[in-house]
């Protein structure tokens, strides 16, 4: 009989953190979800698998070491895949401190149990730790510049990024030293259902539906790569069951997009589905623009196709108008939330 694997997915309540759960237990999985439900985990997002066999729940803040280490002693996972994480950089400007405590110290000390665990006894299959982090560590391009590979230099520019840089820097120097068996992905701007209303397209549909208006900061000229949550969670499990340890992927959507032309198009979908508020694109309003803005990112995901097979499977265009019917299908959903400010693109 064999064994069916235990994964350990950190955040699993979070965006990507639920599509990551739901596409691992559809592939045979056991999953243990360890999350701290932070505001941005609302109720309700793994309510489709909240009874499923092979699914278990464990309330715990990942800057707790026992705790940690109580969770992989119980599971005995084959592998960790690590999402928990402060992830809003309008949030990060304004109160940097939440922000050095998980996304650093947090991962420090995930990382430090997660050894702990490793080295007192072989798992069947091998051990993996998969973090799960973003091209903002890369800083900015110009319009002009090539995009960014597994080998461009870190140059963060907010304190979430330098957060999330300085945490790929310990899984690097983890696996370096004590030879744990490490892999880090970089990801370009995800959407799709499920995502915390305070972030760029949540934000626009909210406001189109109320006929408020649509916040962009400067003249909505920064460009980003979009990639659809599902496509990066499927990625993100490649890596995991097939990635070469101690190795960086870069995922990304190969779809750079202005923001001002994204929430064009947003608006043209809530012209078809909401007629009764058309032209929603009247509701554009610009406003200042943040400190320290990148101007441009783009993801070369070379490595990752010619390595792993992986590629993108859903265009922007569909991409959008599932999210968007999903967010008017949901309202309840996401309104439960606190409500937002700002319109974060990243």
């Known amino acids: 009989m064999s064994i ?5 997915v950190t955040g699993g309540s979070g965006f990507i953190g639920s599509a990551v759960i739901r596409a691992g237990l559809e592939a045979g999985h056991k999953i243990v979800n360890i999350d701290c439900l932070t505001y941005a985990a ?29 969770v ?6 084959h592998g960790i895949m690590h999402l928990a994480a402060e992830s809003h950089v309008d949030r990060s400007i304004e109160g940097p401190q939440a922000f050095l405590q998980t996304n650093v110290m947090g991962t420090a000390a995930l990382l430090q ?16 730790f998969l973090h799960v982090s973003t091209d903002e560590v890369y800083g900015d391009l110009s319009d002009s510049d090539p995009a960014f590979t597994e080998d461009t230099p870190y140059a963060p520019s907010s304190p979430y990024s330098a957060s999330k840089a300085a945490s790929d820097h310990m899984v690097r120097a983890w696996g370096r030293t004590y030879d744990l068996p490490v892999l880090i992905t970089n990801c ?3 959407y799709g259902p499920y995502q915390y209303p305070e972030k760029l397209i949540p934000v626009v549909i909210a406001k189109a539906l ?4 649509i916040p962009v900061y400067g003249k909505g000229e920064n460009i980003r790569d979009w990639l659809y949550v599902e496509d990066h969670a499927e990625a ?46 009247s509701l554009i309003s610009f406003v200042t623009d943040r400190p320290g803005h990148d101007r441009r990112y783009a993801i070369n995901a070379a490595k990752i196709k010619s390595e792993l097979g992986w590629t993108p499977q859903t ?7 599932r999210t968007v019917q999903w967010y008017l299908d949901n309202q309840a959903w996401w309104q439960a939330a606190s409500p937002v400010k700002g319109s974060d693109a990243a």
């Not at 149990?113 to 993996?128: E, I």
């Not at 779809?255 to 009764?276: G, Q, S, T, W, Y």
């Not at 265009?315 to 108008?321: C, E, F, I, Q, S």
Request: proline content about 7%; glycine content about 8%.
């Open 4 to 8: 069916i694997p235990t994964i350990c």
């Open 42 to 70: 609302l109720p309700g997002t793994l309510a489709d698998v909240d009874d499923h066999p092979h699914y278990d729940f464990e309330k715990v803040d990942i800057c707790d070491h026992a705790a940690i280490s109580a």
């Open 72 to 77: 992989l002693a119980r599971y005995e996972p």
């Open 113 to 128: 149990a997660a050894n702990d665990y490793w080295q007192a006894q072989d798992k069947p299959g091998g051990f993996r």
């Open 188 to 190: 370009s701007n995800n």
């Open 210 to 213: 109320a006929r408020d208006p």
């Open 236 to 281: 993100l499990w490649q890596v995991f069951t097939k990635g070469q340890t101690g190795e960086t992927y870069n995922i990304g959507g190969n779809c750079e997009k202005r923001n001002i032309d994204l929430v064009k198009e947003i608006c043209v979908i809530m012209d078809e589905l909401r007629p009764a508020g058309a032209p929603h694109e």
């Open 315 to 321: 265009n922007l265009a569909d991409g959008l108008r």
